[in-house]
């Protein structure tokens, strides 16, 4: 009698265990939604990569006796949120864009409010990542320092 004691013993305590391991991973699998991170606004948004690049660029003139500034904006494809439209069958995307130049008394000198347009294909939309959009802008002013400020806004966003 003895020995059967002996061996029911053991498979009644791992029988046990198995429980407790059953209901610890439960509590786990019920728990996990809310100990990962969710996204809230359904917005995916990366604080260290950059939205569009600018490169201002100063020329001497001889037609007009004032400095051509060339301001570069590109603008990756892949930070644009596009939609699709049914009507066409692309994927568009609207960005507004705003250069402002201020002398050094701080007068605005020039303020330039643009609106542009994307569309792209299906195909074009799994290259995202491969291409960009270039803007390029040009204004004449005469000899001083100035100050540029560029803002530009996803309107899908």
């Given at each position: 009698m003895k020995?059967l004691?002996?061996n029911?013993?053991p498979?009644v305590?791992l029988r046990r265990?198995?429980?407790m391991?059953?209901?610890i991973?439960?509590?786990?699998l019920?728990?996990?939604?809310?100990s990962?991170s969710?996204?809230?606004?359904k917005?995916i948004?990366?604080p260290?990569k950059?939205?569009?690049y600018?490169?201002?660029?100063v020329?001497?003139?001889k037609d007009?006796?004032?400095?051509?500034?060339d301001?570069?904006?590109e603008v990756?494809?892949?930070?644009?949120?596009?939609?699709?439209n049914y009507?066409t069958?692309n994927?568009?995307?609207?960005i507004n864009?705003?250069i402002?130049?201020t002398?050094s008394?701080?007068?605005i000198?020039s303020?330039?409010s643009?609106?542009?347009y994307v569309?792209?294909?299906?195909?074009?939309?799994?290259?995202?990542?491969?291409?960009?959009?270039?803007?390029?802008?040009e204004?004449?002013?005469?000899?001083?320092?100035?100050?540029?400020?560029v803002?530009?806004?996803?309107?899908?966003t």
């Open positions: 020995n004691f002996t029911i013993l498979v305590s265990v198995s429980e391991f059953c209901l991973l439960l509590i786990i019920l728990n996990a939604g809310d990962m969710q996204l809230q606004d917005t948004s990366n260290d950059e939205f569009f600018i490169d201002p660029i020329f001497y003139s007009q006796m004032k400095a051509r500034l301001v570069y904006i990756p494809m892949d930070n644009l949120q596009f939609k699709k009507t069958k994927y568009d995307a609207s864009y705003t402002k130049i002398n008394s701080n007068e000198v303020n330039e643009i609106s542009d569309s792209t294909t299906k195909n074009d939309q799994k290259k995202l990542d491969e291409s960009a959009k270039f803007i390029v802008k204004f004449y002013l005469n000899p001083g320092t100035y100050s540029l400020e803002t530009l806004n996803d309107i899908n």
